[in-house]
């Protein structure tokens, strides 16, 4: 079963609507959750995941930081070669667990960061998200496309070897908005950035590209229905 675990992301409820984007096998395969972190915390889903989604930033959105539970059933899911799919900020999803901080690939980093790395930016505007030239089966599967205006993640930390499947173009600056790492226990992460704003969120692309990526995650596990 894939767990989907969001926030409200500052009332835009972004991680709902892509949900609700999921095509109907998948949603079927899907428990999510937003603005409730019992079952993270309790960790009856770790033994029936066979992929973690994430939308969420810990401490924000008037929510606490996942605590203790959530950590021993996150990290327990990575030590057993877990696949994730983080969306948006979601490489911040944990980021006062220090293991985790070094593991996602690439990094939101957030203000006053534990570890004393600047903190990431979010220019806004609109943003032109084109494929990476690359050696990577997504190549040429995901599709580029146009958001008429959305808060882009820009200035990465980049915390493991990746590679960079997608890029996208603000303001005149570019920055990674897809990318492949593998955990220390050989788990892939993929980071997918784009997605903020509701009208960017249902844009027909975005929403091909987020299925293209979780069939591609979930090719290499059981399906659990």
């Known amino acids: 079963m894939i767990f989907f ?3 409200n992301h500052y009332n835009t409820h972004a991680g709902r609507n892509i ?4 095509p109907e096998d998948l949603k079927k395969r899907t428990a999510f959750f937003e603005d409730d972190f019992s079952v993270l915390e309790d960790g009856s889903w770790e ?3 066979t992929l973690l989604v994430l939308h969420l930033i810990g401490g924000t959105c008037s929510l606490p930081h996942p605590g203790a539970g959530a950590e021993k059933a996150v990290k327990n899911y990575c030590e057993q070669g877990g696949n994730m799919l983080l969306l948006h900020g979601s490489s911040a999803a944990f980021w006062q667990w ?3 901080r070094s593991i996602t690939g690439i990094r939101w980093v957030r203000p006053n960061d534990p570890d004393q790395v600047d903190r990431s930016t979010h220019p806004q505007g609109i943003c032109s998200v084109k494929v990476c030239k690359c050696r990577h089966e997504l190549s040429e599967r995901l599709i580029p496309f146009e958001l008429p205006e959305d808060e882009v993640y820009t200035s990465l930390e980049q915390t493991r070897p990746a590679m960079f499947l997608m890029e996208g173009w603000v303001n005149g600056e570019n920055s990674p908005q897809c990318s492949e790492s593998h955990t220390p226990w050989g788990g892939k992460v993929i980071n997918f950035i784009p997605g903020h704003k509701e009208i960017c969120v249902n844009t027909p692309e975005l929403s091909a590209n987020i299925e293209i990526l979780l069939r591609y995650l979930l090719k290499d596990v059981p399906q659990i229905l």
């Open 5 to 7: 675990f969001s926030d």
């Open 19 to 22: 949900f609700q984007n999921f």
């Open 47 to 49: 033994k029936k995941c």
């Open 98 to 100: 220090q293991w985790w």
